[in-house]
Structure formats: C-alpha cells, structure tokens
C-alpha cells in the first residue's frame, strides 16, 4: 500500500537525519529539537516540549525503545533507529505469547516480521521483544570494579566459605513457590523433615515439592510437522540471505584479536599464555563465589570451570547459535581428549562451523534443517538446536536435545527448570552438604525463541525462585568480572554479589516471556 505522506527526502537542519515521511521528520523535530526552534520557524509546527507533548505521536513500539533504552541508562538518542513502520503494541500481543519455540512447530513468517528486528546502536540487529533486556545488557558490560563494590583479597589470609558446609541443611531449605510458578492442582502435601543433620531435598524437590519427571515429561514437545522453508521469525533478518557480505567473512576468517603474555606457573616456570579477545577463561569459579557470597541463594550448582565464556566480536551480527556451539566445544577440549582431534588448537571459527554442520547434513544427520534453511553456508542466518546436535553427534560426541512447550496443565518454564536442576543436582551429589557445588558436568545448550545461551549453573533462591545462570554469548563479561577472572583469584569479597550476577542470570520474570525452550546436553 502507497504511503499518501511519502514525498521528497528532507533533511534535518539540526542534524544528519533525514526521511522521505514528514510525519517521521516531525516526529524526530519535536522530540529531539524542540528547543531549538521556535514556534514561527517550522513549517512542521512542532508541538510544545514537554515530554508528554514529545512523545505523544511516537508509536508504542517507539516509546518502548526509548524508555529501554534510558532505563538502562542509555541515551535515548540511540533507540530510535527509524525503522520503515513500527508495529502498535497490538499487533504484538499475539506474536509470542502463544508460540512455539521449536522451528518444527513454529508459524508461517508473518507479513509484517521484517519490522520486528531494530539496529541497536552497538550495530546488531534485536528483535523488540529482545529490546528491553538487550539494553540493560549494555549497561552491565560497563561495571568496573568500583561500580560492582569489589575487594580481593590475599588468597592466603582469606577464609573461604566455600568450603564451609551447611549446619543443618534439612532447615536450609523452602518450598515456598511464587504464584506464578505454582501449579496448585499437581502439588502434594509436605511431610514434616527430620532436624537430624541430613542431605536435604534436592533442588528439582525444593522447585516443585515432586518428583521433577512428573513435570518434566508432561511439557516435553514430541510434535512433528512437515519439513518447510523457514523465514525471518525463525532464521532471523538475514534469512534469505545467499552470502554474508565479504567484510564480515574476512573479520570471521581473521577471528578475535590474540595476545601473548608470560605467566609464572604454580611451579614457578614462565610460562607463555595466549589471550582471545571474545573468550573468558575462568569465569565459572568466579560467578560460583559470587553465588556463596549472596545471602539471597540457598543453594546453587555450577557446570565445569573449564568452559570459557564466548562473545561475539563488534558487528559479526547474529551468530549466537555457534557461539555457543564454541563454548560447548571449550568444554570438550578440557574434557574429552577422544573428541578433542576434532578440534585441535584454537576453537574452530563460525565458517569451520558451517562446515561442519553442513557435513553432519550430507551424513544424514538432522538432514531436513537443510531444507528450513536452504543452506547455512557463508550466511548470517540463525541456526539452533538441530544444527547443534547434528554437528556434534556426526563427530560421535553423544548429546540429548529435549524440547518443552506450555500445555494445559504445566508451563514449559516451570518443566525447563526442573530439568536443568535435576541435571545439575542428581545422584552424583547427594552427599555434597555445600551451598556452592562445582561439578564436573558440561554446559547445557539452551535456546529460546530467538536467542540462545549456554547454561552454567543454577541457583535456588530463598524466596523460592531458580535462576539460571548462563554465558550469553551477545555480551562481554563486564571489565570486573574479567579482571578477576583472569587473575584467577576467587578469594574476593563483594558487597552487592547480585549487582555484577545480574548480568548472567535469567530470572522466572525473564524465562517467563517465553512459551517454549529447548535444551541440548552433552552426554
């Protein structure tokens, strides 16, 4: 449909903005310039300049952004990147509430999905319903250790606590679930514990007050449907895309800037150690501290210290899925010396990993992802849990891939979680009596519409609640984080723990805005 106020493009005189729509260049005068210009000198006679006049004819996707963005202590100046029509917070209602995450499941792209995606100012393209977290995400990268209340300590004269079991752990727990978390209909009724000292409830009990299979299993999606081309909803803005642009390929062949330092080793030799500029060693005991240090978690679980956390290089665009897939692999390179040939040196880069996923569909495996993406190959298409799967299992590393989707007796938040704390929490810990466990188990590939993470640990709250803590491969760990990562000293004292966990935790307010998820376990 012709657009009847398109016309001829108008600069901005106070500014490089410029658009073919007046309206839109009235809209950018009143809420960016209205100071500038008095009553007499427009001919788009901008309104007054309170806030309420200036953002009165910006649309509800406008407003979002711009108040996204400023909570999170943005400029609002970056949110708005005049994308070609926004969609009213009514055409939004229905586009995620109600939808399946797997891509077998999901829905024919919507006329208006190109619409969806906005350029955020760091130059990547964020779904809106992404905005909101995208942002604060931003602000959390920038917490140095002045802001995040940071002490470290002499490792020789600090007492730990993590080691320090607790007392009396049968007291150390609730079963106590928010409203919104609890299914009334399939709780049962609690039986007095012991106050004898015992191994408590494990978190799958304390999260449900049941056995986690009962839940679990009633959410999982075993649906299939028919094979079909995927569109933007699915595979992301790029999804018709025939080739990534060749800069992009050249950044990814060249890879994150690598440094050499020299190192005294325990055993008192110099030693030269490379640094990647988008990987994070180390990172995994320094979230564990910061989980015994908040007196707010009860008991929390940690994967393997030797995964190292992933992030994507400045404007690589959408390339989570195999971010993820490195940081899986920087598990299998500590852990799995048989599977390690596979991956000998540096973490293979994002076209190595095309490769191989593109040789795991001529061997057989998940082989109808290559008809939903038409081929992922030299492309900035998303790809998740099939791709995940079908690369590792056609290198003979056993994984499991499990899918859950909201039905009418359970949320499909609710059965994730207790997976992941049975997982975490399972026969091999039963006597550990610590609030913090470091275990030995890989990371868990976790995917929800649009985005995909790696999950670390997860913690249980003593209101309840169960975050996951994960390393989400859009976002650096912030600089304090990374200093005391790579100094290797967990011997740290923080006031505010939760301050710099924010940043890797994914609360039941966050996990909640989705209707399904999937996760992929190294077996």
Known sequence: MAHEDQGQYAPCPHCSF???????????LRHFHSDEQSSDESILQPVPSSPA?????????????ILAFEEAGLPRELALSDPPSAPSSKSLS????NESLSRRQSHPARANDTVQWVEC?????????????????????KMSIEDSHL????????????????????????????DSLRNYDQMQAKTPQSRSK?????????????????????????????????????????????????????MLEEGAKVS????????????????????????????ARLSQLDRNVERAFYCSPAVRHVCKMSREGGFCGYRNIQMMIS?????????TKHFPGRLPNILRLQDFIEDAWDQGFNPGARIETGGIRLTRKYIGTPEAEALFLSLDIPCEPSAYTTTGNVEAVEAMLCAVCEYFDDESSRDNLDKVVVTEKPPIYFQHRGHSMTIVGVESNLDGDVNLVVFDPMFNPSPALKKIALSNNTSFRCAVPAKLLKGHRRTAKYLGRYQAFELLRLL
Not at 18 to 28: F, V
Not at 201 to 227: D, N, Q, R, Y
């Open 18 to 28: 410029g658009s073919h729509d007046s309206k839109k260049l009235a809209r950018h």
């Open 53 to 65: 006049d200036r953002h009165s004819d910006l649309t509800d996707f406008e407003l979002a952004q």
């Open 94 to 97: 229905g586009t995620s509430e």
């Open 121 to 141: 100012f760091c130059g990547e393209q964020i779904h809106i319903l992404e905005l909101g977290a995208h942002s604060e995400m931003h602000a959390q990268e």
């Open 151 to 178: 002490v470290v300590g002499d490792s020789s004269n600090a007492t730990s606590t993590m080691e320090r079991p607790i007392s009396d752990i049968s007291n150390a727990f609730t079963t106590t679930l928010p």
């Open 198 to 250: 015992r191994r408590g409830p494990s978190l799958k009990e304390i999260f449900l007050g049941m056995p986690a299979g009962t839940k679990k299993k009633a959410a999982v999606a075993a649906e299939e449907g028919k094979t079909r081309r995927l569109g933007k909803a699915e595979l992301g803005p790029y999804a018709h895309e025939r080739q990534m642009p060749n800069w992009l390929r050249r």
């Open 260 to 287: 050499v330092t020299t190192q005294i080793a325990p055993d008192g030799k110099l030693v030269r150690v490379e640094h990647v500029a988008n990987e994070t060693p180390n990172l995994v005991p320094v979230l």
């Open 331 to 339: 598990y299998i390179q500590s852990a799995n010396p048989e599977a």
